[in-house]
């Protein structure tokens, strides 16, 4: 086991660094895949700055408080892009081209073997950088400070976060094993997380419902963000819970698919 | 005039059989509006309900400029910069080259027949179930008629702006993120993020002179009737229209300088 662990570390290592090497050499793309990011995030501070020109107050948030949620629901996103790009790849054609048999026939596990073709995306990077930025900056305007248990939970927070964030997308991609694609339905998906970035009590109660317990975005963003802020503890219990069942379903979804898959006759 | 129904017309069947032929396509084009909308629309009714000064348009129409702007949104959803990009980047425009038509209104006539369709099938329902959920302002016949002719002239900007940045990639490679920066750009200056009318009056009086807020704003403040008068109408239609020349203009240009710079490797 610890063996296991061992090797798919050095080979996480491994291939990051390769995937360096190619944003060292490809630099035009990586300004170009930053920009898209801080000009899309650009927009989701604007509006919550306009809203902000109203209200002091928005289901109980602040200004700084609601940014504060922005910036940590960037770094749970941005680390499940860095390391699960290559689901889009899967659901958009690796099964309608027949590609996917590359997956299967190395001695690694086939959602590893996939996922590392594009570790280190570096959209990821500019969206981390930008969640930092954000996060940091809107601490220290509403002068927080973390106790003891809230900074030793912060990084396994966005940790769970990232697991969740990946656990919808392979769930959603391996539905492509018997639909051929599921692009759309990853992108509408996708799409519906953006919820998770603004505090949960503004939407109407089923909404909130399906955002924790079907789809469970309010646990990449939202409930530990209240607990980093406020101190609530009583979502925060179910966020271990919730990651294990996402990431087993995710990944038993994936296996079944797996199984079920057939080669292209090309 | 037969000649060119003759030509044309098939291309633009092709391009509506396949928006019909992906039907779930459509289903998650609705679905998608309908969460950004709801996203916005919760948002700016807790503003409401919450500010002591809130914004002075009524709750109402800022309902119906959230709906209507994603709605529109997906009328502009033509996939002219995807078509343009894949076949530069692939080297297949050389054939568009041998081919005796004009490649610009070979890509209109592929791509907005079908955009519209998919904008009626994919918009309507999403507009229908806010109309249900939400009340939203009925729009005088005027202002109807006014937006009418603003959302056809939007729909050709949506068109030069897409086919500009398609043609983009003669210059750089990375089409894939130009047209992600170019969506978060025109999404936030044409009004679909925030409506341009709360954001602060000199920004706005900014924006509203570039091309993108032809694209939502400006079609949606003639119906809203949130115009001064006739002269007020007449602007927005104005700046629009001009726009829709200059980006004619430079899309005319762009397609001559890259026509002389297409390599393609042979084989």
């Known amino acids: 086991m610890i063996a296991v ?262 | 005039m037969r000649r060119a129904t003759r030509k044309y017309l ?14 779930a396509t459509l289903l998650l084009q609705a679905v998608t509006a309908a969460t950004a909308t709801a996203l916005h629309v919760f948002l700016w009714r807790a503003v409401y309900a919450e500010a002591s000064r809130p914004p002075d348009i009524p709750l109402n129409s800022l309902t119906t400029y959230l709906v209507l702007a994603q709605v529109l949104a997906l009328l502009h959803a033509n996939r002219v910069d995807e078509m343009v990009a894949g076949e530069v980047y692939r080297g297949t425009i050389a054939v568009a080259l041998l081919r005796p038509a004009n490649y610009a209104l070979t890509c209109l006539v592929a791509n907005l027949p079908a955009a519209i369709i998919a904008a009626a099938l994919a918009g309507g329902p999403v507009l229908s179930l806010f109309a249900v959920l939400t009340p939203l302002d009925r729009p005088t016949v005027p202002n109807l008629l006014l937006f009418t002719v603003a959302a056809t002239l939007s729909v050709l900007l949506a068109f030069e702006v897409n086919f500009l940045v398609g043609l983009a990639t003669f210059v750089t490679t990375n089409s894939w993120g130009i047209r992600m920066i170019k969506n978060g750009v025109v999404a936030f200056l044409a009004g679909q993020v925030v409506p341009l009318g709360l954001l602060p009056a000199g920004i706005a009086q900014v924006v509203r002179l570039l091309p993108f807020q032809g694209l939502i704003d400006g079609p949606l403040r003639l119906l809203l009737g949130t115009y001064r008068d006739a002269a007020g109408a007449a602007a927005i239609l104005g700046v629009q229209a001009i726009w829709v020349l200059v980006l004619l203009g430079l899309s005319v240009l762009a397609w001559r300088g890259a026509r002389r710079r297409i390599e393609v490797i042979g084989g």
Not at chain 1, 241 to 254: D, E, L, N
């Open chain 2, 10 to 23: 098939p291309l633009a069947q092709a391009g509506v059989h396949a928006v019909l032929q992906y039907r």
């Open chain 1, 5 to 266: 662990v061992r090797r798919y570390l050095r080979l996480t290592v491994l291939l990051c660094g390769v995937s360096m090497h190619r944003l060292t050499a490809y630099r035009m793309d990586f300004a170009v895949g930053v920009a898209s990011f801080v000009i899309r995030v650009g927009g989701q501070i604007a509006l919550i700055g306009l809203v902000y020109r109203y209200v002091d107050d928005l289901a109980g948030w602040g200004y700084h408080q609601a940014l504060f949620l922005l910036g940590f629901s960037l770094l749970s996103r941005a680390l499940d892009r860095l390391f699960t790009d290559q689901l889009w790849i899967l659901a958009w054609q690796l099964v309608r081209s027949g590609e996917f048999h590359r997956y299967l026939i190395r001695p690694v596990n086939p959602l590893y073997l996939l996922l590392s073709e594009r570790f280190m995306y570096p959209e990821g990077i500019g969206e981390l950088a930008l969640g930092l930025a954000i996060t940091l900056a809107s601490a220290g305007a509403l002068d927080l400070h973390l106790d003891v248990a809230q900074w030793l939970l912060f990084v396994p927070m966005v940790v769970c976060g990232a697991v969740i964030h990946a656990s919808i997308k392979t769930l959603i991609a391996s539905c492509s094993f018997w639909s051929v694609s599921s692009l759309p339905v990853l992108s509408a998906v996708h799409q519906l997380g953006e919820f998770g970035s603004y505090p949960l009590g503004l939407y109407h109660p089923a909404l909130q419902a399906v955002l924790t317990w079907v789809l469970p975005f309010a646990f990449t963003a939202y409930i530990p963000a209240r607990y980093l802020l406020f101190g609530a503890v009583d979502g925060l219990i179910w966020l271990l819970p919730v990651t294990a069942v996402a990431a087993a379903v995710a990944y038993g979804v994936f296996r079944i698919g797996v199984n079920r898959y057939e080669m292209t006759g090309s």
